[in-house]
């Protein structure tokens, strides 16, 4: 199931309550949450770059603060929102700029920086590109995962949705690697063994053209998207950038391993106030991706 909705309002001018009631209102056009009452639940955003939320460039502090205050009233035990930057970066600086320390704080959420903490090895299970990484423990512990990437162009894998969000859950050495030896498919074969239980895609302001995914230039789509499968709403999510999935080939093989579906005859498609591409209409039309 998928869920698309738009804001009728200005994007950089929406309170916190409004952007928690349009984030509501699409997961409730899912399935919603399925952890268990109490267990530990862990919110990856994009933390990639310093910089205001304004840029596109990363998550915005409105969308986290509301899904922490949703998952709470889900019954949510421990909530972290754990991220690492782009390596040579600085994530604390990250979190603090762009305001999404201080307004997970405010709602109750415990703040960690992933490339701080320890890594747990983890064989993947494909045995192709690589045949092990580090993924950060918090990660690697909790019970449930919501990814919160932002709706991007990428200059080296044409989007980064929610697949390539996961990528920051590994130790800087082995992002490196993926860089060096196929990113592409490493980003499918960490899906296989690590990819999210839920995804609140923030596309209420994303970043399109050269310089992307942290220097393009931003673009206030409006946009809340959710889904149980990372994998269709990335393909869903491409069209809106006005990306051919089948062009983008992380996703092609996150479906060869069984990740989820680019199969839109398959997925349940929810649009509330929402004009789809005409990619989008195509693809729906023409069933099997």
Same mark, same amino acid.
């Given at each position: $199931?998928?869920?698309?909705?738009?804001? !009728?309002?200005?994007?950089?001018? $929406?309170?916190?309550?409004?952007?928690?009631? =349009?984030?509501? +209102?699409?997961?409730?056009?899912?399935?919603?949450?399925?952890?268990?009452?109490?267990?530990?639940?862990?919110?990856?955003?994009? $933390?990639?770059?310093?910089?205001?939320?304004?840029?596109?460039?990363?998550?915005?502090?409105?969308?986290?603060? &509301? @899904?922490?205050?949703?998952?709470?009233?889900?019954? %949510?035990?421990?909530? =972290?929102?754990?991220? *690492?930057?782009?390596?040579?970066?600085?994530?604390?600086?990250?979190?603090?700029? *762009?305001?999404?320390?201080?307004? *997970?704080?405010? &709602?109750?959420?415990?703040?960690?920086?992933?490339?701080?903490? !320890?890594?747990?090895?983890?064989?993947?299970?494909?045995? #192709?590109?690589?045949?092990?990484?580090?993924?950060?423990?918090?990660?690697?512990?909790?019970?449930?995962?919501?990814?919160?990437?932002?709706?991007?162009?990428?200059?080296?894998?044409?989007?980064?949705?929610?697949?390539?969000?996961?990528?920051?859950?590994?130790?800087?050495?082995?992002? +490196?690697?993926?860089?060096? =030896?196929?990113?592409?498919?490493?980003?499918?074969?960490?899906?296989?063994?690590?990819?999210?239980?839920? @995804?609140?895609?923030?596309?209420?302001?994303?970043?399109?053209?050269?310089?992307?995914?942290?220097?393009?230039?931003?673009?206030?789509? #409006?946009?809340?998207?959710? %889904?149980?499968?990372?994998?269709?709403? !990335?393909?869903?999510? %491409?069209?809106? =950038?006005?990306?051919?999935?089948?062009?983008?080939?992380?996703? #092609?093989?996150?479906?060869?391993?069984?990740?989820?579906?680019? !199969?839109?005859?398959?997925?349940?498609?929810?649009?509330?106030?929402?004009?789809?591409? %005409?990619?989008? +209409?195509?693809?729906?039309?023409?069933? @099997?991706?």
């Amino acid at each position: $199931m998928v869920s698309v909705l738009k804001t !009728d309002g200005n994007v950089y001018q $929406m309170g916190n309550q409004e952007v928690y009631e =349009l984030v509501g +209102r699409a997961v409730s056009g899912t399935e919603g949450f399925k952890f268990q009452e109490g267990d530990t639940v862990l919110i990856k955003p994009n $933390m990639a770059f310093p910089g205001s939320w304004e840029t596109g460039a990363i998550s915005d502090p409105r969308l986290v603060q &509301a @899904v922490i205050r949703l998952v709470r009233e889900r019954g %949510a035990g421990r909530i =972290l929102v754990a991220d *690492s930057s782009v390596v040579g970066t600085n994530t604390e600086e990250v979190y603090s700029v *762009s305001g999404v320390r201080a307004a *997970s704080e405010a &709602a109750g959420a415990e703040v960690i920086d992933l490339r701080g903490g !320890d890594f747990v090895p983890v064989r993947l299970p494909v045995g #192709g590109l690589i045949q092990s990484i580090r993924i950060a423990r918090p990660v690697f512990e909790a019970d449930y995962i919501i990814s919160l990437p932002v709706l991007k162009e990428h200059a080296a894998t044409l989007v980064t949705l929610s697949l390539k969000n996961m990528k920051g859950t590994m130790h800087d050495d082995d992002k +490196r690697r993926f860089h060096a =030896l196929g990113l592409h498919k490493g980003i499918s074969e960490l899906n296989v063994i690590f990819r999210p239980d839920y @995804v609140v895609l923030d596309g209420l302001i994303g970043m399109v053209g050269p310089g992307c995914p942290g220097f393009g230039t931003p673009k206030a789509f #409006g946009l809340v998207m959710v %889904a149980n499968d990372a994998l269709s709403i !990335d393909t869903v999510a %491409a069209t809106f =950038l006005n990306v051919d999935p089948r062009r983008v080939e992380h996703m #092609g093989l996150a479906e060869q391993y069984g990740v989820g579906t680019m !199969d839109l005859r398959k997925v349940e498609l929810h649009l509330e106030n929402v004009e789809p591409p %005409a990619l989008l +209409r195509d693809l729906i039309k023409g069933g @099997v991706v």
